[in-house]
């Protein structure tokens, strides 16, 4: 099966340093990864994708990175703010075209 | 949310009872999905649609149904409830399926079945 983990357990971090969540994925590499942010009742939203031959992608605050050989991408978000409390999703596309998820990381910004 | 409407928001039910979720979307997105969210499991895709009245299952979809008669509708059956399918229900859009493109997602219906 193509599956795509998460670590599970909540990130708690203070405001003004960088969040690292990690997304690691079994089986062949996906062309892209996606990265999503899901608020408390709310539906997830898209981020960033980032293909397999980009090392890096960047938005803001935010970094991407993908290491095939590692078969896995970090999610860096740069001097943290409360709002960026969260919980954030890696997802890919396994071969039959569907988008699988992984089951998130949660995040906690503390002031 | 992207011109996605979930209906209803929240729902309690009774094991054995038939319920439908509905998803009505304003984007004239061609793929419509339905996922559930549980605790340990995150998404998983339960349906989904490739176009009116096209539609194929998902890793999860012993005990749901779905229909598309429009293009802006995409509905979810629980032919008869069980206490396992109490989750988070969760309709997502998109334009295409090729592995660059994004979804939409609705804000969810939260279902307790008891």
């Keep these: 099966s193509q599956k795509i983990e998460q670590n599970s357990e909540a990130l708690n971090i203070q405001e003004g340093k960088t969040a690292t969540l990690t997304c690691n994925y079994t089986n062949y590499s996906p062309a892209y990864l996606q990265w999503y942010r899901q608020d408390p009742g709310r539906g997830p939203v898209f981020l960033l994708l980032i293909r397999e031959n980009e090392k890096e992608k960047r938005k803001e605050r935010l970094k991407v990175t993908f290491d095939t050989t590692l078969k896995q991408s970090l999610f860096h978000i740069t001097a943290s703010q409360p709002a960026d409390s969260a919980t954030y999703l890696c997802a890919r596309r396994n071969q039959g075209g569907k988008l699988i998820f992984g089951q998130g990381t949660e995040l906690s910004v503390k002031p | ?114």
């Excluded at chain 2, 061609?30 to 176009?51: A, T």
């Design chain 2, 1 to 114: 949310d992207a011109g996605i409407t979930q209906s209803p928001r929240h729902k309690v039910t009774e094991t054995g009872t038939p319920v439908t979720l509905r998803c009505h979307q304003t984007e004239n997105h061609r793929y419509m999905y339905w996922y559930r969210q549980d605790p340990g499991h995150g998404l998983r895709l339960i349906h989904y649609s490739y176009g009116v009245k096209d539609t194929d299952k998902g890793e999860v979809s012993d005990g749901y149904s779905v229909s598309r008669s429009k293009t802006e509708d995409f509905l979810l059956t629980l032919e008869s409830a069980t206490s396992s399918q109490t989750s988070v229900y969760f309709c997502a859009i998109s334009e295409g399926v090729e592995a660059n493109e994004k979804l939409f997602f609705g804000s969810g219906t939260q279902l307790s079945v008891l």
